[in-house]
């Protein structure tokens, strides 16, 4: 086993920053984050509420993602379907 690389410990012991918070949350999603740092992330959502929120929104994201590919529409953006329209209304009326 190789000998794992240093880091620099945060001065605050409160483990990661939102932004590696934010950068480990594909890896956690997809099983693939180390144990050390999936528990640092963890970790953090236990103290960071909006980080915790970012995870959610990320992982409708992901589901609906996946969902389009079985031609489920109803999810999207009531506003996008009016700018759709608006556009085709215009472009028609012009
Ligand atoms: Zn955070």
Same mark, same amino acid.
């Given at each position: 086993?190789?000998?794992?690389?240093?880091?620099?410990?945060?001065?605050?012991?409160?483990?990661?920053?939102?932004? !590696?918070?934010?950068?480990?949350?594909?890896?956690?999603?997809? /099983?693939? &984050?180390?144990?050390? @740092? #999936?528990?640092?992330? !963890?970790?953090?959502?236990?103290?960071?509420?909006?980080?915790? /929120?970012? &995870?959610?929104?990320? @992982? #409708?994201?992901?589901?609906?993602?996946?969902?389009?590919?079985?031609?489920?529409?109803?999810?999207?953006?009531?506003?996008?379907?009016?700018?759709?329209?608006?556009?085709?209304?215009?472009?028609?009326?012009?």
């Amino acid at each position: 086993m190789s000998e794992p690389t240093p880091r620099q410990a945060p001065a605050t012991g409160s483990g990661i920053t939102c932004r !590696e918070a934010i950068d480990f949350i594909m890896a956690y999603l997809d /099983n693939e &984050l180390p144990m050390e @740092q #999936r528990h640092e992330f !963890e970790r953090h959502l236990s103290v960071c509420p909006s980080c915790v /929120n970012y &995870l959610d929104s990320y @992982q #409708r994201t992901v589901t609906l993602g996946r969902e389009t590919h079985r031609g489920n529409t109803d999810d999207v953006p009531a506003s996008l379907l009016k700018a759709i329209g608006a556009a085709r209304k215009r472009s028609g009326s012009a």
